[in-house]
């Protein structure tokens, strides 16, 4: 007997959204297959990567992050630095400085710096905002940098349960850009989120999905069944609340754990820290992926390289 | 399994309002019927034109133009004695969200209706019942396997045949309850999709009984396995049950705002 190819019915497609101006816009999602079933169809946009810069200089960096960015002298300078890695689609400019227990910078400060980092950057590559991780100041921040990066479709992370009906308000409905809702690994509360941002009024199309991320090894498989649930509801019960792109940070996840930031010397059995630290992150996106990450966030260059190189060579 | 399909039923010339509407060829009360429905959570709305001896094709065409232009061409289902007029109102129907359903064939007199959903790639809405109400589990599985048989030998997917068990008022039929369950059960086994004009059951009762009638006995029927039903779907307990039933049946992901979307 013949043996025929059972062609899976095609399931319904993920919101496309794109964020970014002119050439270094970049579009995410679309895609009604699961992640890098070519052989079931066309994934519309190729998963995406952006590469972290921090507002504060990186002090502690391994050092191929710290030789990458040598001679910059200023955010803007980093910025634009990055977007050159090899396999960069977009840059995630974090206000790492913002957080009131930290340096806490102010939000006027912080637009200034994202509107020069913005200028500097120009067209050549689509930017995103990353928070300070507090709640109160992210929404503030948020604000003031929407309103200085007007006309550049910037997308803000994240929304949180906390501060949503804040910065939908501001960053989706007063100045227009990209808002992604945040969870942390709940897939209830990833619906219940993208529903509350919607019905404030911000289309569903301009929701990003950051449902929250693990380092492999840390409770990751919560991780990836709540991806995994996510994109069968989107696709094959045709959940029209969960069809946002998912955005995945990886790298504020995986430099924090023991592999990525114990010294060759503590563990001498382990080798080069900065081998570790940059396969904790590429492990960690190419798993988050392969269950349905449409975009991930990597901080040391090669990590880039390797993740994008890999995208390629599938899609 | 998927999620419970909802079809609306109050675009119906029972109404004296949609009566109205429908000899003067008045939108607005149509469309306000239609999208009160939709807001509340209807999938397919049903179209009633009752005999329309005299204009039915054209009356249906207007109809199924003026609600699917308005309304994002939701699928709907085609509601009449009058054949010609469902096959009038097929010819302009629009299946971008969906196939057109014939209500209703039975296994009587309306059994060409079988075959008029088959000549036009449409659902059709199998009555198992021929004249009056039937009298066992067993004589309804007898009308369903006729239909059946006659939607396949024309062509049709099973999955194209919505079996009805015929439900049926409790007061005066209280002893008969049971056997719409177990037929429903016994679609259910076969693999049938089922609906079904669930509002018969509560008919006569006072209106604050209704809702608490209808919410249970679609709960009931649902875990036997009915996959649709006709219903009014601004009745806020009804909705509130087949929505916490899909939740149930995990055919749709929960979230704490469930109810309102």
């Given at each position: ?6 062609v899976?019915?095609?399931g319904?497609?993920?919101?496309e959204?794109?964020i970014?101006v002119g ?6 999602g679309?895609?009604n297959?699961l ?6 169809g ?6 995406k990567i952006?590469?972290e ?7 502690d960096?391994?050092d191929g992050i710290?030789?990458?960015?040598a001679?910059?002298?200023s ?10 890695a ?6 995630c400019?974090r206000f790492?400085?913002?957080d009131?227990?930290?340096a ?16 500097a950057?120009g ?9 300070s991780?507090?709640?109160d100041?992210d929404?503030k921040l948020?604000?003031?940098v929407?309103?200085a990066?007007?006309d ?6 994240s ?5 949503y ?7 989706g ?5 990209k808002?992604?809702a945040?969870s942390a690994v ?5 619906k219940?989120l993208?529903?509350?941002i919607?019905q404030?009024?911000?289309?569903n199309?301009?929701?990003v999905?950051?449902?929250g991320?693990?380092?492999a090894?840390?409770?990751f ?5 709540t991806?995994?649930r ?6 094959n019960?045709n959940?029209t609340t ?17 592999e ?9 059995t ?5 081998a570790r630290g940059i ?7 190419v798993s988050?992926?392969a269950s349905?990450?449409?975009?991930v966030?990597l901080r040391?260059?090669?990590s ?7 995208i390629k060579a599938?899609? | 399994?998927?999620k419970f399909i909802t079809?609306?039923?109050r ?6 309002v949609?009566?109205e509407?429908?000899n ?9 019927r ?9 999938s ?19 109809a199924v133009k ?8 939701v699928p709907l289902?085609l509601?009449t ?6 096959e009038?109102g ?5 299946r971008?969200?969906g196939?057109p359903?014939?209500n209703s064939?039975d296994?009587?007199?309306r059994i060409?209706n079988?075959d008029?959903a ?9 009555l198992?019942?021929?004249e009056g109400?039937?009298?066992s589990?067993?004589?309804r599985q ?9 939607g ?10 919505w079996?009805d ?5 409790i007061?005066?039929m209280?002893?008969?309850q ?5 037929t429903i059960?016994w679609f259910?086994?076969?693999?049938f999709?089922?609906t079904?004009?669930?509002s018969?059951?509560?008919n006569?009762?006072p209106?604050h009984?209704r809702?608490i009638?209808d ?12 996959t649709s039903?006709i ?5 806020t307990?009804?909705m509130?049950?087949v929505k916490?039933?899909?939740i149930i ?6 979230a704490?705002?469930?109810?309102e979307?």
């Amino acid at each position: 007997m013949p043996f025929n190819k059972p062609v899976p019915k095609a399931g319904a497609a993920i919101n496309e959204l794109e964020i970014g101006v002119g050439a270094g816009a970049i579009k995410l999602g679309g895609e009604n297959v699961l992640p890098f079933y070519v052989f079931d169809g066309e994934i519309k946009n190729a998963p995406k990567i952006g590469i972290e810069v921090s507002d504060l200089p990186f002090e502690d960096a391994p050092d191929g992050i710290k030789a990458f960015y040598a001679g910059t002298n200023s955010v803007a300078e980093r910025v634009v630095k990055a977007a050159s890695a090899e396999g960069a689609d977009f840059v995630c400019l974090r206000f790492e400085s913002a957080d009131p227990n930290g340096a806490d910078t102010s939000e006027d400060e912080c637009a200034r710096i994202a509107k020069e980092a913005a200028d500097a950057l120009g067209d050549s590559k689509a930017l995103v905002i990353i928070g300070s991780k507090n709640a109160d100041k992210d929404a503030k921040l948020f604000d003031k940098v929407a309103a200085a990066l007007t006309d550049k479709n910037v997308l803000f992370v994240s929304a949180k349960e906390e501060n949503y009906k804040t910065v939908a308000a501001s960053v989706g409905l007063a100045y227009n850009q990209k808002v992604a809702a945040e969870s942390a690994v709940d897939i209830n509360l990833a619906k219940q989120l993208n529903v509350l941002i919607n019905q404030m009024g911000v289309q569903n199309q301009n929701i990003v999905m950051n449902i929250g991320s693990a380092s492999a090894g840390y409770g990751f498989e919560y991780v990836i069944s709540t991806m995994d649930r996510i994109k069968s509801a989107a696709m094959n019960q045709n959940d029209t609340t969960l069809q946002m792109p998912i955005f995945t940070p990886i790298s504020t996840e995986t430099w924090g754990v023991k592999e990525s930031i114990s010294e060759e010397s503590e563990m001498p059995t382990w080798g080069s820290r900065e081998a570790r630290g940059i396969d904790m992150e590429v492990m960690t996106a190419v798993s988050v992926l392969a269950s349905g990450s449409n975009a991930v966030m990597l901080r040391h260059p090669t990590s880039v390289a390797t993740v994008s190189a890999l995208i390629k060579a599938l899609v | 399994m998927a999620k419970f399909i909802t079809i609306g039923e109050r675009i119906h010339c029972i109404s004296p309002v949609i009566r109205e509407a429908m000899n003067t060829k008045t939108p607005e009360p149509i469309l306000k019927r239609a999208k009160e429905q939709l807001d509340a959570g209807a999938s397919y709305l049903d179209v009633n034109i009752g005999p329309a001896e005299n204009n039915g094709p054209e009356l249906m065409q207007w109809a199924v133009k003026l609600i699917q232009e308005n309304f994002d061409n939701v699928p709907l289902a085609l509601d009449t004695a009058n054949r010609s007029a469902i096959e009038a109102g097929i010819q302009v129907y629009n299946r971008a969200k969906g196939k057109p359903i014939v209500n209703s064939a039975d296994a009587g007199d309306r059994i060409e209706n079988i075959d008029l959903a088959a000549a036009n790639d449409a659902i059709a809405i199998a009555l198992c019942s021929r004249e009056g109400v039937p009298g066992s589990v067993e004589e309804r599985q007898g009308f369903c396997m006729e239909l059946l048989e006659r939607g396949l030998s024309l062509g049709m997917d099973s999955d194209d045949l919505w079996f009805d068990p015929l439900f049926l008022v409790i007061k005066g039929m209280q002893d008969k309850q049971k056997e719409v369950l177990e037929t429903i059960a016994w679609f259910a086994e076969q693999g049938f999709k089922s609906t079904g004009g669930l509002s018969n059951v509560s008919n006569g009762m006072p209106k604050h009984i209704r809702p608490i009638m209808d919410s249970i006995m679609v709960s009931m029927a649902i875990q036997a396995g009915l996959t649709s039903a006709i219903v009014n779907p601004c009745d806020t307990r009804l909705m509130e049950a087949v929505k916490s039933a899909d939740i149930i049946n995990n055919e749709t992901l929960y979230a704490d705002s469930y109810l309102e979307i």
